[in-house]
């Protein structure tokens, strides 16, 4: 099977996040090692992954646990009974230091509500490495849950984008445009998406320039990347429900603390580009 994805790569001094696809089915790599449950993420470990690394999964999993709730009903997929997403973890050899980090997303849906049922997060072990001396990998990690649980992977499957190809595409879900009011009451209702870069970061992120460090645009910049009210407020239009006590305080910086923030149109331009893979499947 296949999905669409987040892949991601390294670049100079920052790290670009973008979407691209998951791998079709021939590609991916049976996971049939140590297991993680929480109220509605179930990790499915590869059994080489040490227990360090193992744990920056978990939580980040218990992370997202306590900020989307759900209690979708139950579905079987691969002879299990799901009442969340089941992701399979993997860091292996992939194409070594400063290529693609690794890719993740959502490869199966539910017939209902066509939110994830099961998903992949598969990273490089050379960049992971790096990425843990450097102190990154709990936050790459907790952005690409979010890919896997459908922040920008499943946008425009949902009709939450405008002006998409254009230079000011928007998110126009309800709650996400609630909540970039109360950040922005003189702006725009509908949120700024990425507008730069390839398939890979446009349009399946915040825009870098207009909320700078938070945790889903598509640069990990600045000290702290709080996960906001408005990435909560995004995956209640997806169709969650949501703790919005859970999140981090956010505002929008100003553009001397872009600045600040290293966050130029450089960093944000990203090269990712989709494989020619289709959509996620649809569980019958």
Request: proline share 6%; glycine share 12%; aromatic share 8%.
């Amino acid at each position: 099977m296949a999905g669409i994805a987040a892949r991601f790569r390294l670049a100079g001094a920052g790290l670009l996040l973008g979407i691209g696809f998951a791998p079709s089915g021939s590609d991916i790599v049976p996971i049939t090692g140590n297991n993680w449950s929480g109220n509605m993420i179930a990790l499915r470990f590869d059994g080489d992954l040490p227990t360090a690394r193992r744990a920056v999964f978990e939580r980040a999993a218990t992370r997202w646990d306590g900020v989307v709730q759900t209690a979708f009903d139950p579905v079987t997929f691969e002879g299990e009974t799901l009442t969340g997403v089941r992701i399979d973890v993997s860091v292996r050899p992939l194409d070594g230091t400063d290529g693609v980090l690794g890719q993740a997303g959502p490869t199966v849906l539910r017939p209902d509500t066509e939110l994830p049922v099961a998903g992949i997060m598969e990273f490089d072990q050379a960049d992971v490495q790096n990425l843990e001396a450097g102190g990154r990998f709990e936050d790459v990690v907790l952005h690409e849950m979010a890919h896997v649980l459908g922040f920008g992977t499943l946008w425009d499957r949902k009709g939450l984008i405008t002006g998409a190809g254009t230079m000011d595409p928007r998110f126009v879900g309800t709650a996400s445009r609630r909540e970039f009011a109360a950040l922005d009451p003189d702006g725009e209702q509908a949120v700024p998406v990425a507008n730069t870069g390839g398939p890979g970061t446009r349009e399946g992120h915040w825009r870098e320039l207009v909320f700078g460090n938070e945790l889903m645009t598509g640069f990990l910049s600045g000290e702290v990347r709080p996960l906001s009210r408005l990435t909560l407020a995004s995956f209640e239009d997806l169709g969650y429900p949501v703790d919005y006590a859970a999140a981090d305080p956010f505002d929008l910086p100003e553009f001397r603390d872009l600045a600040k923030m290293g966050i130029t149109e450089a960093v944000r331009i990203c090269d990712l580009c989709r494989m020619g893979r289709t959509d996620p499947v649809v569980l019958n």
